[in-house]
């Protein structure tokens, strides 16, 4: 696995997708997450009480302990996580073997619109951050 090499340029078109996509549409809070935790970037107002920094480096947690419970049963990998509560629900998708992107949204919006913008903001990303 080769280092991942974030340049300021693209992060800004990656931030600008995720605008367009996701904030727009209702989300109201995305993180972009690498392996070990670290926030690479964050967009969104969501409620000011959200750790980031905490969140950030469950989700790199929560990865790897899946990926374990995938092994267990046969599977490679599992690449999309989801927990629903009773106002907010979290959508985790695993973009690269760097990346993780958290979406964070309330029952305004749907989870099905969810995972057609984070799909269309997965395939632009993977041509920025890909070597």
Known sequence: MADLIVTTSALEVACNKIDESLIKAGVHTVLLVDQAGNVVASRGGGPKEIDIISLAALTAANFAAT?????????????????????????????????????????????????????????????????
């Open 67 to 131: 990926s374990e419970l995938a092994k267990l049963i046969g599977e490679d990998d599992f690449t999309l996580l989801f927990h629903k509560g009773k106002k907010d629900s979290l959508h985790f998708v695993r973009i690269n073997s760097d990346l993780i992107m958290v979406s964070i949204f309330d029952d305004n919006v749907s989870l099905g619109l969810v995972r057609l913008r984070v799909a269309e903001v997965i395939k632009v990303i993977k041509e920025l951050f890909e070597p």
